[in-house]
Protein backbone atom coordinates (compact mmCIF):
# COMPACT_ATOMS: atom_id res chain seq x y z
CA UNK A 1 0.00 0.00 0.00
CA UNK A 2 1.66 3.13 -1.20
CA UNK A 3 1.54 6.42 0.72
CA UNK A 4 -0.81 7.85 -1.50
CA UNK A 5 -3.79 5.13 -0.59
CA UNK A 6 -2.96 5.87 2.76
CA UNK A 7 -3.07 9.62 2.72
CA UNK A 8 -6.40 9.10 0.89
CA UNK A 9 -7.75 6.84 3.24
CA UNK A 10 -6.66 8.97 6.20
CA UNK A 11 -7.99 12.12 4.60
CA UNK A 12 -11.21 10.66 3.84
CA UNK A 13 -11.38 9.37 7.70
CA UNK A 14 -10.66 12.86 9.05
CA UNK A 15 -12.92 14.47 6.83
CA UNK A 16 -15.48 11.88 7.81
CA UNK A 17 -14.73 12.40 11.28
CA UNK A 18 -14.99 16.04 10.83
CA UNK A 19 -18.63 16.23 9.66
CA UNK A 20 -19.70 13.98 12.68
CA UNK A 21 -17.75 15.97 15.66
CA UNK A 22 -17.60 19.57 14.23
CA UNK A 23 -21.71 20.10 14.73
CA UNK A 24 -21.68 18.64 18.51
CA UNK A 25 -18.07 20.44 19.39
CA UNK A 26 -19.66 23.78 17.88
CA UNK A 27 -22.55 23.71 19.77
CA UNK A 28 -20.53 23.25 22.91
CA UNK A 29 -18.74 26.26 22.09
CA UNK A 30 -21.48 28.62 21.70
CA UNK A 31 -23.01 27.21 24.79
CA UNK A 32 -20.14 27.62 26.66
CA UNK A 33 -19.87 31.17 25.70
CA UNK A 34 -22.94 32.36 25.73
CA UNK A 35 -23.16 31.01 29.50
CA UNK A 36 -19.85 32.70 30.14
CA UNK A 37 -21.39 36.29 28.44
CA UNK A 38 -24.63 35.54 30.43
CA UNK A 39 -22.89 35.00 33.61
CA UNK A 40 -20.57 37.88 33.42
CA UNK A 41 -24.34 40.13 33.87
CA UNK A 42 -25.96 37.09 35.92
CA UNK A 43 -22.82 37.02 38.55
CA UNK A 44 -23.82 40.95 40.06
CA UNK A 45 -27.55 39.15 41.46
CA UNK A 46 -24.98 37.99 44.03
CA UNK A 47 -24.44 41.54 45.07
CA UNK A 48 -26.91 41.12 48.60
CA UNK A 49 -23.90 38.00 49.83
CA UNK A 50 -20.98 38.57 51.42
CA UNK A 51 -18.23 38.07 48.77
CA UNK A 52 -16.25 35.96 51.32
CA UNK A 53 -19.16 33.25 50.25
CA UNK A 54 -19.19 33.67 46.81
CA UNK A 55 -15.32 34.50 45.93
CA UNK A 56 -11.74 32.60 47.01
CA UNK A 57 -9.53 34.05 48.93
CA UNK A 58 -12.32 35.56 51.69
CA UNK A 59 -13.63 37.58 48.69
CA UNK A 60 -10.72 38.71 46.77
CA UNK A 61 -10.27 35.66 44.81
CA UNK A 62 -12.20 34.74 41.37
CA UNK A 63 -16.35 33.68 41.84
CA UNK A 64 -16.86 30.21 42.86
CA UNK A 65 -18.33 27.92 40.34
CA UNK A 66 -21.43 27.23 42.55
CA UNK A 67 -21.99 30.54 42.88
CA UNK A 68 -21.98 31.42 39.25
CA UNK A 69 -24.37 28.46 38.95
CA UNK A 70 -26.83 30.21 41.79
CA UNK A 71 -26.65 33.53 40.03
CA UNK A 72 -27.75 31.78 36.87
CA UNK A 73 -30.75 30.16 38.40
CA UNK A 74 -31.74 33.04 40.27
CA UNK A 75 -31.79 34.94 36.91
CA UNK A 76 -33.95 32.21 35.25
CA UNK A 77 -36.36 32.52 38.53
CA UNK A 78 -36.57 36.16 37.96
CA UNK A 79 -37.46 35.85 34.22
CA UNK A 80 -39.79 32.86 34.95
CA UNK A 81 -41.41 35.67 37.65
CA UNK A 82 -41.48 38.20 35.03
CA UNK A 83 -43.44 36.04 32.09
CA UNK A 84 -45.66 34.82 35.05
CA UNK A 85 -46.10 38.34 35.93
CA UNK A 86 -47.50 39.42 32.72
CA UNK A 87 -50.56 36.95 33.21
CA UNK A 88 -51.75 39.05 35.91
CA UNK A 89 -53.10 42.33 36.05
CA UNK A 90 -50.89 43.83 38.47
CA UNK A 91 -47.53 42.55 36.49
CA UNK A 92 -48.91 43.53 33.46
CA UNK A 93 -49.96 47.35 35.03
CA UNK A 94 -46.12 47.23 36.14
CA UNK A 95 -44.27 46.27 32.61
CA UNK A 96 -46.13 48.71 31.16
CA UNK A 97 -45.58 51.71 33.46
CA UNK A 98 -41.16 50.11 33.38
CA UNK A 99 -42.08 50.18 29.27
CA UNK A 100 -42.97 53.82 29.49
CA UNK A 101 -39.96 54.64 31.71
CA UNK A 102 -37.49 53.00 29.50
CA UNK A 103 -38.83 55.07 27.05
CA UNK A 104 -38.87 58.12 28.10
CA UNK A 105 -35.13 58.16 29.38
CA UNK A 106 -32.82 60.27 26.94
CA UNK A 107 -30.57 57.77 24.88
CA UNK A 108 -31.76 54.87 26.21
CA UNK A 109 -35.35 55.09 24.80
CA UNK A 110 -33.38 54.75 21.17
CA UNK A 111 -31.86 51.60 22.06
CA UNK A 112 -34.84 50.14 24.25
CA UNK A 113 -37.10 50.63 21.50
CA UNK A 114 -34.93 49.52 18.70
CA UNK A 115 -34.00 46.28 20.41
CA UNK A 116 -37.51 45.83 21.75
CA UNK A 117 -39.01 46.34 17.88
CA UNK A 118 -36.83 43.63 16.58
CA UNK A 119 -37.48 41.20 19.97
CA UNK A 120 -41.31 41.80 18.80
CA UNK A 121 -40.45 41.09 15.30
CA UNK A 122 -38.88 37.68 15.86
CA UNK A 123 -42.10 37.30 18.48
CA UNK A 124 -44.94 35.32 15.96
CA UNK A 125 -47.85 36.14 18.30
CA UNK A 126 -46.64 39.59 17.84
CA UNK A 127 -48.81 42.52 15.85
CA UNK A 128 -45.14 43.60 14.45
CA UNK A 129 -43.52 40.08 13.20
CA UNK A 130 -43.07 39.52 9.56
CA UNK A 131 -46.13 39.07 7.89
CA UNK A 132 -44.56 36.77 4.87
CA UNK A 133 -41.33 34.97 3.74
CA UNK A 134 -40.90 35.87 0.16
CA UNK A 135 -37.81 35.88 -2.70
CA UNK A 136 -36.84 39.35 -4.21
CA UNK A 137 -34.48 39.54 -6.86
CA UNK A 138 -31.83 41.22 -4.72
CA UNK A 139 -28.84 42.33 -4.72
CA UNK A 140 -29.66 42.07 -8.54
CA UNK A 141 -31.50 40.98 -11.11
CA UNK A 142 -31.40 36.76 -11.42
CA UNK A 143 -30.03 36.86 -8.02
CA UNK A 144 -32.58 35.81 -5.55
CA UNK A 145 -32.34 36.67 -1.43
CA UNK A 146 -34.99 35.11 1.05
CA UNK A 147 -36.45 37.96 3.13
CA UNK A 148 -39.24 38.40 5.15
CA UNK A 149 -41.97 41.68 4.54
CA UNK A 150 -42.35 43.89 7.40
CA UNK A 151 -44.57 46.39 6.17
CA UNK A 152 -46.73 48.41 3.25
CA UNK A 153 -45.51 51.78 2.21
CA UNK A 154 -48.47 53.37 0.81
CA UNK A 155 -47.04 56.71 2.18
CA UNK A 156 -43.75 56.50 -0.32
CA UNK A 157 -45.87 54.92 -3.49
CA UNK A 158 -47.98 58.08 -3.13
CA UNK A 159 -44.62 60.04 -3.52
CA UNK A 160 -44.05 58.89 -6.93
CA UNK A 161 -43.26 55.12 -7.12
CA UNK A 162 -44.37 53.29 -9.78
CA UNK A 163 -45.90 50.38 -8.16
CA UNK A 164 -47.04 49.81 -4.56
CA UNK A 165 -44.57 49.13 -2.22
CA UNK A 166 -43.55 46.45 0.47
CA UNK A 167 -40.94 47.01 3.14
CA UNK A 168 -38.20 43.59 2.52
CA UNK A 169 -36.53 42.61 5.53
CA UNK A 170 -33.58 40.85 4.29
CA UNK A 171 -31.19 39.30 7.02
CA UNK A 172 -27.79 38.17 6.64
CA UNK A 173 -26.59 35.01 7.45
CA UNK A 174 -25.94 33.37 10.15
CA UNK A 175 -27.19 36.13 11.99
CA UNK A 176 -30.51 36.78 11.46
CA UNK A 177 -30.98 40.21 13.63
CA UNK A 178 -28.99 42.09 11.25
CA UNK A 179 -29.36 43.00 7.47
CA UNK A 180 -30.73 45.41 5.20
CA UNK A 181 -34.57 46.83 4.10
CA UNK A 182 -35.50 47.39 0.70
CA UNK A 183 -38.23 48.95 -0.82
CA UNK A 184 -39.71 45.96 -3.72
CA UNK A 185 -42.58 46.64 -5.82
CA UNK A 186 -44.88 44.52 -4.09
CA UNK A 187 -46.01 42.55 -7.63
CA UNK A 188 -42.14 41.68 -7.70
CA UNK A 189 -42.10 39.61 -4.62
CA UNK A 190 -42.73 35.98 -4.71
CA UNK A 191 -44.64 35.09 -1.80
CA UNK A 192 -43.38 31.82 -0.38
CA UNK A 193 -45.88 29.04 1.33
CA UNK A 194 -43.47 29.17 3.98
CA UNK A 195 -43.58 29.48 8.02
CA UNK A 196 -41.79 32.28 8.79
CA UNK A 197 -39.94 29.94 11.87
CA UNK A 198 -38.57 27.83 8.94
CA UNK A 199 -37.42 31.14 6.54
CA UNK A 200 -35.30 31.86 9.48
CA UNK A 201 -34.19 28.16 10.22
CA UNK A 202 -32.77 28.70 6.67
CA UNK A 203 -31.06 31.61 6.81
CA UNK A 204 -28.95 30.19 10.44
CA UNK A 205 -28.24 27.11 8.95
CA UNK A 206 -26.47 29.08 6.01
CA UNK A 207 -29.10 27.65 3.67
CA UNK A 208 -27.82 23.90 4.37
CA UNK A 209 -32.00 23.05 5.78
CA UNK A 210 -33.79 23.58 2.69
CA UNK A 211 -37.55 23.44 3.65
CA UNK A 212 -39.61 21.41 0.80
CA UNK A 213 -41.96 24.10 0.22
CA UNK A 214 -38.84 26.78 -1.01
CA UNK A 215 -37.43 24.37 -3.38
CA UNK A 216 -40.39 23.98 -4.79
CA UNK A 217 -40.90 28.09 -5.29
CA UNK A 218 -37.02 27.95 -6.77
CA UNK A 219 -37.91 25.43 -9.25
CA UNK A 220 -40.98 27.35 -10.56
CA UNK A 221 -38.67 30.27 -10.95
CA UNK A 222 -36.28 28.16 -13.43
CA UNK A 223 -39.15 27.22 -15.41
Known amino acids: MNSKTLFSRWRANFLTGLAVVFPGALSL ?15 TLLIFLPRSWTHKDGGQGELYWYASWLA ?3 AVALI ?6 TRIYFGQKLIEGADRLMLRVPMLNKIYGTIKQVNEAFSSGKRTAFKQVVLVEYPRLGLWSLGFVTNEQPEISAAGAP ?7 IPTTPNPTSGFIVLVPEKSCVKLDLPVADGIKFIISLGSLSPEQHQAELGRLKT
Open 163 to 169: DKLVSVF
Open 29 to 43: IIVIWIFRNIASITD
Open 72 to 74: FIM
Open 80 to 85: TLAGRM
